[in-house]
């Protein structure tokens, strides 16, 4: 994806949420389009995902942006993967999922942060990939997992034509 395409519509609708400052963590960033959008709203941003020509091209473009993002490969699914403690003060998933690393990001999320998170559901296999029910949730576990904190937004549904399921929290 182009970094230039436009965020997440449920990151948009959630824009209200994002800290003026602070220290922003994009889960599986890819290109980095959120990564870019965030850092452009003055957060410092670490960028995580698996695919070094991916973070690369993130790296290059927030340099000719000037724009502070930390951008770094890291297999998240690796069961030794930390991602801090309390180290962020906004937290974003876009269409990821891989379960063991949800109390993880729970943990990373510093007191009064926010996460906003969304991705497909189980209705996405009868229409294209991913079709791995290991990448999809059931409706209602993103909730489920997350229940530590407190939940302000949720979308069980459809958003821009996908079933997805999504959720705005903040961490007490």
Not at 107 to 126: D, H, K, N, S
Not at 142 to 170: K, W
Request: net charge neutral; glycine share 6%.
């Amino acid at each position: 994806m182009h970094p230039d395409a436009l965020p997440s519509s449920w990151l948009l609708f959630n824009a209200d949420l994002i800290p003026r400052a602070g220290r922003a963590l994009d889960v599986a960033c890819a290109h980095g389009r959120h990564s870019l959008f965030l850092a452009g709203r003055g957060l410092r941003v670490r960028a995580v995902d698996r695919d070094p020509q991916a973070v690369e091209a993130l790296r290059a473009e927030a340099t000719r942006r000037a724009l502070p993002v930390e951008a770094e490969v890291l297999d998240l699914e690796a069961v030794s993967v930390d991602l801090g403690r309390e180290s962020y003060d906004f937290i974003l998933v876009v269409r990821y999922l891989h379960r063991p690393l949800l109390p993880k990001l729970v943990q990373a999320l510093a007191p009064g942060g926010v996460i906003v998170y969304e991705t497909f559901t189980r209705e996405q296999a009868l229409r294209g990939k991913p079709t791995n029910p290991d990448f999809l949730l059931q409706h209602g576990e993103l909730r489920q997992n997350l229940a530590s904190l407190t939940l302000m937004r949720e979308l069980d549904g459809t958003l821009d034509g996908n079933p997805v399921s999504a959720i705005a929290a903040r961490k007490p």
